[in-house]
DNA sequence: AATTTAAATAGAAATTTTTTTCATCTACAT
DNA sequence: ATGTAGATGAAAAAAATTTCTATTTAAATT
C-alpha cells in the first residue's frame, strides 16, 4: 500500500480513506472493474463512498498510474490495478476468463516520433487473451 | 459505395437505405463521429432514421469491418470509416485535431501466438497524432 | 495540539447515453 | 409476385455519467 500512497503524494494529491478503500478492492480481487463494481463493493466491504466519487477517483488514480484504463467496447469504463513495479512505458494483457491483468513490456510504438506523416502523440495497445491457469 | 455493398452482403447481411445513408455521411465527412453525431446528420442530410437504429448499425457495420471503432476515454462510442483497399490486417492512427482516420499498417502482434504464457485472442491498437494538415 | 485551507466527499438531481420492446415494414431470395 | 428473415421507428425504460452544493477532511502550518 506505501506504494500506492506514495505515487498518491507524488501527484500531489490526498491520501483518503476512499482511495485507499479502492485501491485495496483492486488488490484483493485483481481483475478489471466498472465504477458501478466499485461501488457495489465500496458498500458492501468498505466505507460507503457516493457514485461521483467512485468515477472521479478512478478517474485520477488512473492519472497517477496506479489504475489501468481497460478497453472494451461495451460502453462501459473498466479499471485494474497496473502492476508494474516500475514506472517504466508499459501496456496490459487481459485475460478475458478470469479477468487478470499482467504488464505488457517492450512497447517499441513510443519511441517512434511520426508514422505516415502523423505526428504522434500517444498510443494505446491492449492484448486479450486467456491466462496460463484458465488455459489448463 | 459498391465496394461497401459487397461487404455487407458478403456478411448475409440486407443494403438498405439507412446502411448506404450511414456509410456516405462517413464518406464524406472522413472524421470519427459517435451515434448521436450520425443521428443528427441523417436528420439533416439524408433520410431520418431512429436512434436504435444508428446503434444498431453501427455496430453492425463495424463487425462487417467497414467502420472502425475508435477508442477515446471520454465515455462516448466512435466510429470512421476504414480506409483500407484491401482487408490486410491493420490498424489505425488518428488526428486528434480533425479527427481524419488514416490506416496503421505493419502490426506484427497478430502473428504471435502467446505473450508472456498468455494464449492470444484479439488485440487492439490505436496511435493518436496529428495529420499532416494539422501540423502546418 | 489547535488552526487553517484547499481538496475531497456525499447525496440529490439532472443530464446524457444506450438498450429494450414490439408492431410494422422491406430487401431480396425463391 | 411472394414469403420470410432481417431491419426499422416510436416510445419507453434503463443505465451511465455529470453537475451542483453544502459539508467534511487530510495534511500543512502554526
Redesign the pocket.
Known sequence: MNFYVDKI?NNG???????KAIINIFNHCRVHL???DIFTRLKEEF???????V???LE?LAECGILARIYRF????YYGLCHSADGAHHHHIICIKCGTIAPLKGCNLFKRKKINGFKIIDHFIQVDGICKNCQE
Not at 494529491?13 to 482511495?19: A, F, G, I, M
Request: hydrophobic residues 15%; positive net charge; aromatic residues 4%.
Open positions: 503524494k494529491l490526498k491520501v483518503t480513506p476512499r482511495r466498472t465504477p458501478e466505507s460507503h463512498c457516493g457514485l461521483p466519487s468515477y472521479r477517483n485520477i461495451d460502453n462501459k469504463r
